[in-house]
């Protein structure tokens, strides 16, 4: 089993978000794991979770979107997180925009890896209380602590 400790590292954790739409978030956190060295080709990722985007909205309610794809160039699961002050409307079914996204990447192969990723996070952001404390969170460090602290 995956834990978020293991997915998610403090520098790979953005706050605010400079993006104002689905795409333009996406793509903020695939270039910042591409600056961290974690993502190979930041055009093609992008495109790839982009495309899963299309297929059916990740904005999974309460404020919280969980883009993922898949891609051949990686080696091992990857995620970054980003919130923001101002909600982007991604779609979600409760139609609550979303302030809090969290993106994993997974090697196209890894089909357990990206299914124990995604329960990682759903493990924790389930909690009512988390989502908001996270929201809640100033910095990156904070929001490590809070997520991956008991993960």
Not at 52 to 75: M, N
Not at 119 to 134: E, H, Y
Request: with cysteine; glycine share 8%; hydrophobic share 40%.
């Amino acid at each position: 089993m995956i834990e978020l400790k293991s997915l998610i590292q403090p520098d790979c954790i953005l706050h605010p978000l400079k993006g104002t739409e689905p795409q333009t978030v996406i793509r903020e956190l695939v270039e910042l794991l591409h600056d961290r060295g974690r993502v190979q080709d930041p055009d093609e990722t992008s495109a790839l979770v982009w495309a899963r985007e299309q297929q059916r909205s990740t904005g999974i309610g309460d404020g919280l979107a969980v883009p993922h794809g898949r891609c051949s160039s990686l080696k091992k699961v990857v995620a970054a997180i980003g919130w923001t002050d101002t909600p982007i409307d991604f779609k979600a079914g409760d139609g609550a925009p979303v302030t809090l996204v969290v993106l994993i990447i997974s090697p196209s192969e890894d089909t357990s890896g990206h299914v124990q990723a995604l329960g990682a996070i759903s493990r924790v952001l389930s909690n009512s209380d988390v989502r908001t404390a996270a929201r809640n969170c100033t910095s990156a460090e904070a929001l490590y602590e809070l997520l991956c602290n008991d993960s």
